[in-house]
């Protein structure tokens, strides 16, 4: 059973930081295409980071700056650190891996800014 955790959100001020974690079992990141998104109230899931399985990397442009999407492979984990947050990152983060044949998502994690 494939499985992806998310944690590290919480509530913060704004100008602070925070790392999210994305813990995967059932399934190797290192082959996956993988990334973060996001969704505000009212608003729709939007992607805030990836990284393919050959490196690449690609962020919001909101972002952009801001914040690192990252593996560790060795731990079967990814990682998104978010510095210089602001209250509009305030959202439910979602940890994403796919490929060809699977698209699989993490049940979320609420980061809150305050101002």
């Known amino acids: 059973q494939v499985q992806l955790v998310e944690s590290g959100g919480g509530l913060v001020q704004a100008g602070g930081s925070l790392r999210l974690s994305c813990a995967g079992s059932?399934?190797?990141?290192?082959?996956?295409?993988a990334g973060w998104y996001r969704q505000a109230p009212g608003k729709q899931r939007e992607l805030v980071a990836t990284?393919?399985?050959?490196?690449?990397?690609n962020y919001a442009d909101s972002v952009k700056g801001r914040f690192t999407i990252s593996r560790d492979n060795t731990k079967n984990t990814m990682y998104l650190q978010m510095n210089s947050l602001k209250p509009e990152d305030t959202a439910i983060y979602y940890c994403?891996?796919?490929?060809?044949?699977?698209?699989?998502w993490g049940q979320g994690t609420q980061v809150t800014v305050s101002s």
């Open positions: 059932g399934i190797i990141f290192s082959v996956s295409n």
């Open positions: 990284s393919s399985r050959g490196g690449s990397t």
């Open positions: 994403n891996a796919n490929s060809w044949v699977y698209d699989y």
